[in-house]
Nanobody, 116 residues
Framework: QVQLVESGGGLVQPGGSLRLSCAVS????????MGWFRQVPGKEREFVAI????????SYHERVRGRFIASRDDAKNTLDLQMNSLGPEDTAVYYC?????????WGLGTQVIVSS
């Protein structure tokens, strides 16, 4: 079973930055896609960034484009999310996701709170 473990969440002031990391128990280059999603209570989980692993193409949600940067490290089997210019609207639980061998895999999430 594939395991994904997120880290790096926390409390940050508006305008600040955080870097999330997702450690994966399987060789990430074997995944079809990997990405970051987020969810706030009472709302559906939404995608933040999705990486097509074969060609490296990254798609960002319009609300984070230009502020967030997803990156991969195949040697370490990690997927990171650099988040800049954070605002209260970015407060959510952030989840790492990976699609491999016909299965969607999720981490347990890491909480990000943007507040002064």
């Amino acid at each position: 079973q594939v395991q994904l473990v997120e880290s790096g969440g926390g409390l940050v002031q508006p305008g600040g930055s955080l870097r999330l990391s997702c450690a994966v128990s399987k060789f990430i280059a074997s995944f079809k896609t990997m990405g970051w999603f987020r969810q706030v209570p009472g709302k559906e989980r939404e995608f933040v960034a999705i990486v097509t692993m074969a060609n490296g193409y990254i798609s960002y949600h319009e609300r984070v484009r230009g502020r967030f940067i997803a990156s991969r490290d195949d040697a370490k089997n990690t997927l990171d999310l650099q988040m800049n210019s954070l605002g209260p609207e970015d407060t959510a639980v952030y989840y790492c996701n990976g699609f491999v061998d016909g299965t969607w895999n999720w981490g347990l999430g890491t909480q990000v709170i943007v507040s002064s």
